[in-house]
Every structure is written in structure tokens, then in C-alpha cells.
């Protein structure tokens, strides 16, 4: 990020192109390139604008959400029963000759790949 931002920085800088920040805006985006490893720039839930917290903030604001959300903890991994499910579908498309055996082997060595 810090790299995007030095890019970004520099290539407003060439001769060719007007700056099209405030003096104080320049300064302040100036200020955040020393800072970016500590931070976190992100699009604002409302509006076209950012939002930039530390890493502190959005660590906070994440347990926040996650703790005051409409979450549960899972009793069980429900994607572990995906791939036998997947399984069963698709040996009856099969038997039913809406896919062809190559299809099935396929998907089945793509479930297995990622499981």
C-alpha cells in the first residue's frame, strides 16, 4: 500500500499533469505514506468516500460488529458434509444422463483439490 501511495504521489508530481488537491490535502496524503503499514484505508459504508483507521481501530470495529451482529458461533464446520453432498448430486445427474462421466470426474477431482 505504502508503494501505491509513494506511486501514486509521485506521479502527480510530473510536469505535465496539474495537482488537483488542496495544499492541505496534499500534505495530509503526504503524511499517510509514512504511515500506511499501520493503517487502513477503506471505502465508507454510505457516500463515495474512504475511511482510514489504524489497524487498532478496524481490529476494534471488526470484534465490535462481529460480537454486536446478528452471529452465532457454528456447533460444526458445515462445508465438511459439502463435498459427499456434491457427490450425491451429481452421481444422480448421472444416472439421470444430464451429465456425462467426464463431467463427474472432473468436478469430483476439483472437490477434492479444494477440500
Not at 509513494?6 to 488537491?21: F, G, H, K, V
Not at 470484534?63 to 458434509?81: A, M, N, Q, V, W
Amino acid at each position: 500500500m505504502a508503494h501505491d501511495i509513494a506511486e501514486l504521489l509521485s506521479n502527480n508530481n510530473q510536469e505535465d499533469t496539474q495537482d488537483n488537491l488542496p495544499p492541505h490535502q496534499r500534505r495530509a496524503l503526504k503524511n499517510l505514506e509514512g504511515k500506511a503499514k499501520r493503517l487502513r484505508i477503506l471505502p465508507a459504508d454510505k457516500g463515495n468516500s474512504i475511511v482510514v483507521l489504524s489497524n487498532e481501530q478496524y481490529h476494534t470495529k471488526m470484534l465490535e460488529h462481529i460480537e454486536d451482529g446478528p452471529y452465532t458461533p457454528l456447533r460444526k464446520d458445515p462445508t465438511t458434509s459439502l463435498p459427499s453432498k456434491l457427490d450425491k448430486v451429481l452421481k444422480k445427474l448421472l444416472k439421470e444422463k444430464k451429465i456425462s462421466k467426464q463431467l463427474l470426474e472432473i468436478s469430483k477431482a476439483g472437490v477434492s483439490a479444494t477440500s
